[in-house]
Every structure is written in C-alpha cells, then in structure tokens.
C-alpha cells in the first residue's frame, strides 16, 4: 500500500467521527441506489461500528435497497451475543425494513472450515461491494486477520478464510480476504481510543501490520478520533 492511497480523517471524538461516518454512509447508499439500484455494504463488529449503527437505525432510507454482508464473524452459535451479525441485528438491522432475504450473516454456526465454504458460495457472482467498514485492533488486525497469519492478499486468494487459531477468543473465526475485502467501491476503517496509537503509527511507518492489506484501487479512507490518531494539530483531516 502507498501513502497517497491513504486519506487521514481524524475528529475530535469517537461521536463526532460516528456522525461524519453516518452521513457519508447515508450519502453513498443513496448514489449507489441512484446510480444501480442496490447498495451492497460490508458490516465489521466492534464499539465504533456499533454508534454508527443505532444511528443508521434512526435514518430515513430506502432501506429495501441495502444488501448486507459481513467483513468476519466468530465461531459461536447463531443468534450468540459476541456474534457481530448479532451485534448489528440488535441495534439495527431489527429496526428498518431491509427484506431478511438482502442480509446475509455468516453461517460460522457450521464451524469454520464449513462456514467459511457455505459465505464462499454466498459471494459467488457478486460484484464489488459498494461501501466496506472495517475497524483495526491495537496489534493492527482488521476482520479477523491478525498478525502472523495468511491475509488472502493475492489476486489468486479465496474470497474467504477459514482461521482456526486466532489470538483472541474464540480461535475459530471466518473472515473475508483481504482480495474480497479489496473488492470494494469505497474502504472505510474506523480507528477510536488511545489504545490504537501505535497500530495508527506503525500504519504511517509502513509496518507489516495485516490492515496494510487493504489496498482498493479507489484507496483507502481512514476515519480516527483524536486520540488514536496521536497527531500534530497540522495533519490534515
């Protein structure tokens, strides 16, 4: 990935940044339903991710338009709290009227391998997503790609990966590639808290961290709070 794919977003807190977020969602979905007729976005988990969702679940939209996927999932049983379709479901997806039939959980209820084989088949013939959200763990892992192991990078990698021992619980998780991942109109990654510092410096230095991977031809738009982003007040935003 090069430094001029990389565009700095920073705000001065995680409500700000999950506000700025909202509206460009909102605004991409509604381009991508002008323009296709359909929006196909890539949910992540986390707390960041989850403030945009109860606000999405208070917007007006064509809401029978949206298409949901899921960027990673634990191997929990459907329906399990720590599950991030759950987790969207909860504060969201229950709320607005997107058809059943448009949201498409990850079945990790099946185990890995299994899942990861059943979502591969889900995607297949689908094209590139119009928006994906990611976040970024302190060690700089996105999805459920952690360092250490296969990011599915290149061109020839599966859309999705089967991971058995991830290093935070529980080890068994399925994630999109970073190639399916890069398939995208539009990356957001969504980086809040002090505790991210040095996975956002090891980012600007060039570190082999797995969200260096993420590279979409259309570049890659980082939204930070204050904190993480650790910054002189001259950066750009």
Known sequence: MKDYQIRWHIHADSGKLADAATRSILEQSEQAIRDRGAFLIVLAGGSTPAAIYRLLSQAPCEWNKWHIYF??????????????????????????GIPPEQ?????????????????????????????????????????????????????????????????????????????????????????????KREAVAGLRRGDDIPIRAIAPAAGLDLLLDEAAAATDPGEPG
């Open 71 to 96: 960027g990673d999932e634990r191997c929990v049983p459907r329906g399990a709290k720590d599950r991030n379709d759950s987790m969207a479901r909860n504060l969201w997806l229950d709320h607005v």
């Open 103 to 195: 949201i498409y959980p990850i079945p990790a209820e099946l185990g890995a391998r299994a899942g990861a084989d059943s979502y591969a088949e889900t995607l297949a013939g689908v094209g590139d997503f119009d928006l994906t959200l990611l976040g970024m763990g302190e060690d700089g892992h996105t999805a459920s790609l952690f360092p250490g192991d296969p990011t599915g990078a290149g061109p020839q990698a599966p859309d999705v990966l089967a991971v058995m021992n991830a290093p935070k619980p529980p080890p068994e998780r399925i994630s999109l590639s970073a190639n399916r991942l890069n398939r995208s109109k539009s990356v957001k990654v969504l980086i809040t808290g002090a505790g």
